[in-house]
């Protein structure tokens, strides 16, 4: 044997008994641990103050309306113009139906949304033509706004729906009188540096309470006819609501960016 073949040879064995020696707990812990290597303190979580009612703005979130103003919005029609919906009592906002859908002048990717939404005083209509309106985040995914009480229509068309995408996981419909709650956490897409999508769209969806969106991804834009398909790679954009020509009503609406 030449001494080459030594050599590799107690390479080897060397290599062999460092592997086995990692593969080998020590019998005793050469640095115990202790509660404090696992403890994080800097930098400190910041401190907001929550809503002293549930449902209500904690003291970081935008408040989008308040039933006072609509300061916050514009045409979605004419950004340059003033939202055309009515403000009613000073409590909530009400559609204009034909005057176009709404678009906040503020633009958003990850966020929280609370929102909350009225059928029409007068019921009616039937399927689709009752009380629909729509929350599009970044101006094209929409979670959808309708009367789904006592009102059959195809299940990832009715409220809680992402329209055309997913059904809500249950029916948590309030009556046509009574108000309704939507809290929404949403994840905007991620595009690669070429344009494709890197991840989807996700969303989840608590309709009055109640989980009916589970961090479900969002298969792209929103088509009333056809698959739904990604565009090209975008970023932060507006929230509109949607005029389906129904008097859909709204109130306290605000946003956290995430």
């Given at each position: 044997m030449n001494s080459k073949?030594?050599?590799?040879?107690?390479v080897?064995?060397?290599?062999?008994?460092?592997?086995?020696?990692?593969?080998?707990?020590?019998?005793?812990?050469?640095?115990?641990?202790?509660?404090q290597m696992t403890?994080?303190?800097?930098?400190?979580?910041?401190?907001?103050?929550?809503?002293?009612?549930?449902?209500?703005?904690?003291?970081?979130?935008?408040?989008?309306?308040?039933?006072?103003?609509?300061?916050?919005w514009v045409s979605q029609k004419?950004?340059?113009?003033?939202?055309?919906?009515?403000?009613?009592d000073n409590d909530h906002l009400e559609v204009v139906p034909g005057s176009g859908g709404i678009s906040t002048k503020m633009k958003f990717g990850d966020c929280q949304i609370h929102?909350?939404?009225?059928?029409?005083?007068?019921?009616?209509?039937?399927s689709q033509g009752r009380g629909n309106s729509g929350l599009f985040l970044q101006n094209r995914y929409?979670?959808?706004?309708?009367?789904?009480?006592?009102?059959?229509?195809?299940?990832?068309g009715q409220a809680g729906s992402i329209y055309k995408d997913h059904a809500p996981l249950v029916n948590a419909m309030r009556g046509p009188l009574e108000w309704n709650s939507y809290d929404v956490i949403y994840t905007a897409p991620r595009f690669k540096a070429d344009g494709r999508l890197d991840a989807p769209a996700r969303i989840t969806v608590l309709h009055n309470g109640v989980l009916v969106q589970n961090n479900v991804s969002i298969n792209g834009n929103t088509f009333y006819v056809g698959l739904h398909t990604y565009p090209s790679a975008h970023g932060d954009d507006v929230i509109s609501l949607q005029d389906h020509g129904n008097k859909t009503q709204f109130k306290n609406i605000w946003i956290r960016k995430l």
């Open positions: 073949t030594v050599w590799t040879s107690l080897a064995i060397a290599f062999a008994i460092n592997l086995n020696a990692q593969n080998t707990p020590p019998e005793v812990s050469p640095m115990p641990m202790k509660p403890e994080i303190w800097e930098p400190e979580v910041e401190v907001i103050t929550p809503a002293k009612k549930l449902g209500d703005a904690p003291s970081d979130a935008i408040i989008l309306f308040d039933g006072t103003n609509l300061e916050q004419d950004p340059s113009k003033a939202a055309p919906w009515k403000i009613v929102i909350e939404f009225s059928a029409p005083d007068k019921v009616e209509g039937h929409e979670l959808q706004i309708l009367d789904s009480y006592n009102n059959r229509t195809y299940r990832n």
